[in-house]
């Protein structure tokens, strides 16, 4: 299992300019989310997903984007990029949504200039 | 919401040495997790916690939840340099009856030779 992918894991943006962040998981998983961290703030959740077509905003949702049309993928959009939104982005799956032990992608290292 | 405290927010310490990286809620703690990040990389799940008193060991990194539930601690026996990386403490919490994970700022370790 390649567990979960999450692509690109650089970009650079332009204020104003859109992007979908791609998460991926061969798990099965129902619960899927993705995550922001910013130094000296820890993990905030954006938004997360109990199942295939159901989603549901995080702490921070507000600039973010996401859908699930399948178990597998749940991209991140950022509509209009805003220097705000320079962090690092994690996605995250678990088994359900009473499973503990989430899995995380990588990251994606997005900057907005 | 819940809040989480960890603390120091950095520690270096000399290889070999022991130490002990703390995370304070402000709430009971129902399930407190412990990640590990290596950078550029995501994260990577320690262990869960979930009763009072509970403790856990898994190699040289031990963690504990107190009696009260508020205050959990990891603590590392004989650092080695593989040790280095960015500690977080997370908590359950239940949302719309969708389990969300709140996390502390994390705390940044550097094991000098």
């Known amino acids: 299992n390649a567990g979960v992918t999450q692509t690109p894991k650089f970009q650079v943006l332009k204020t104003g300019q859109s992007m979908t962040l791609q998460c991926a998981q061969d798990m099965n998983h129902e619960y899927m989310s993705w995550y922001r961290q910013d130094p000296g703030m820890g993990l905030r959740l954006i938004h997360y997903s109990v199942g295939a077509g159901i989603t549901d905003q995080g702490e921070v949702p507000n600039g973010y984007n996401v859908s699930r049309s399948t178990t597998e993928d749940f991209p991140l959009r950022l509509l209009s990029a805003a220097p705000s939104q320079t962090s690092v982005y994690f996605c995250?799956?678990?088994?359900?949504?009473?499973?503990?032990?989430?899995?995380f992608g990588p990251g994606t290292r997005l900057t907005v200039t | 919401s819940q809040e989480l405290e960890q603390s120091p927010q950095s520690l270096i310490v000399q290889e070999g040495k022991n130490l002990t990286i703390n995370c304070t809620s402000s709430k009971t703690l129902y399930g407190l997790y412990w990640y590990k990040q290596k950078y550029g990389e995501g994260l990577i799940f320690l262990m869960m916690?979930?009763?009072?008193?509970e403790e856990k060991s898994h190699e040289k990194i031990t963690a504990k939840l107190d009696e009260k539930k508020q205050q959990s601690s990891l603590h590392i026996t004989a650092s080695q340099p593989s040790h280095a990386g960015i500690y977080l403490c997370?908590?359950?919490?239940?949302?719309?009856?969708?389990?969300?994970?709140?996390f502390g700022q994390g705390t940044r370790l550097t094991i000098n030779p």
């Open positions: 997370g908590a359950d919490e239940e949302i719309q009856g969708a389990q969300k994970l709140v």
């Open positions: 995250a799956s678990s088994r359900d949504r009473d499973s503990y032990e989430q899995y």
């Open positions: 916690l979930q009763k009072g008193g």
